[in-house]
């Protein structure tokens, strides 16, 4: 199994989304990036561990790792798979439990599904590394430019409830390419 490690780069607000914000994953070099949207929520839990918010060591996710007897960084991972639903398919397992194409080898130790928000908070929290196999990878990024203006996300990672909203916006100001382009995703999704 071929993969690429992802490192958190940056996060944006995006302008009219009510509270949704655009983190960048980029590959080691910097020349590739996935671009991740997180609700409201979930952005607040991450700035307050980017900003060093004074307690955050007694929250929840922080305690739990503490109480834990190995030392996560060295001992888990992340693990994006696929997208499904408009969502990023994230496994959590022990970093030697995976050996190819995502057969796990026997062990005590159980793969866990995880949200892609929550692998992101999880890493930036415990230092654990987040891999995304190469394939999937090519297909999701985008080219990286720092302070580069407008971040391009796939389609298929939208939720649907903001394609519908999206494909509405598109009719209205009779973008009709995007409209079809929306429509299309949204039945595929339907279909399956």
């Known amino acids: 199994m071929r993969r690429e490690r992802l490192f958190?780069?940056?996060m944006?607000?995006?302008?009219?989304?009510?509270?949704?914000?655009?983190?960048v994953l980029t590959d080691e070099a910097q020349q590739r990036a996935l671009t991740i949207v997180l609700d409201s929520a979930m952005t607040e839990q991450i700035h307050i561990r980017l900003k060093d918010v004074p307690g955050h060591v007694t929250m929840?996710?922080?305690?739990?790792?503490s109480m834990m007897e190995i030392e996560a960084k060295d001992q888990l991972e992340l693990m994006v798979y696929d997208v499904s639903d408009g969502q990023y398919?994230?496994?959590l397992a022990p970093r030697k439990l995976l050996i190819s194409n995502f057969e796990l080898q026997a062990s005590n130790l159980a793969?866990?599904?995880i949200r892609m928000g929550d692998a992101i908070l999880l890493s930036i929290i415990a230092r654990i590394p987040i891999y995304i196999e190469e394939g999937?990878?090519?297909?999701?990024s985008s080219p990286y430019k720092s302070g580069c203006q407008g971040l391009q996300i796939p389609i298929n990672v939208i939720d649907t409830g903001r394609l519908n909203v999206e494909l509405q916006k598109a009719i209205d100001n009779e973008d009709y390419r995007?409209?079809?382009c929306l429509h299309k995703e949204i039945t595929r999704r339907k279909a399956h």
């Open 60 to 65: 929840l996710p922080e305690v739990l790792l």
């Open 89 to 91: 398919l994230v496994m």
């Open 8 to 10: 958190f780069k940056e």
């Open 12 to 23: 944006s607000e995006i302008v009219g989304s009510n509270g949704l914000t655009a983190v």
């Open 178 to 180: 995007l409209a079809s």
């Open 136 to 140: 999937l990878f090519n297909r999701q």
């Open 111 to 113: 793969p866990h599904q």
